[in-house]
Structures are given as structure tokens and as C-alpha cells.
């Protein structure tokens, strides 16, 4: 995966705030393929802002037609 020019990288921290879940629970996720990260040259996951988002943007949808 080649990350955008200037695009932002979350952390699994960050993203974990952004859907209210364990840091743990972010990378579970990445490791069954449900969201992409990338892995830095330290290995730590890092995930991009715009996919992130989308994904929120498709669950908040989601759960909002179930309700």
C-alpha cells in the first residue's frame, strides 16, 4: 500500500477514540482485514485519516437505518 502525499496517519489509539473501542479491538480489526494500516519501519500500525473516516462515516450509517 503506498500512503498519499500529505495524507494523515492515525494511530491505533487515535482511531480507537474516533470509534469509542480498545486500542487492542483497532488491531484485531486491522488483522482480520475489516480496516487497512500500514505498518512503519518501526512495525507499529498506522492507519490512514481518510479510510478511517469512511468506514465511521458507513457504520454511523448503518447503525442509523437498524434504529
Known sequence: MTAHVGERLLTPGEVAALFRVDPKTV????TAGRIGSIRTPGGHRRFRESEVKTLLAELTT???KTT
Do not use: D, G, H, K
Request: glycine share 0%; proline share 0%.
Open 62 to 64: 448503518e447503525a442509523s
Open 27 to 30: 488491531t484485531r480489526w486491522a
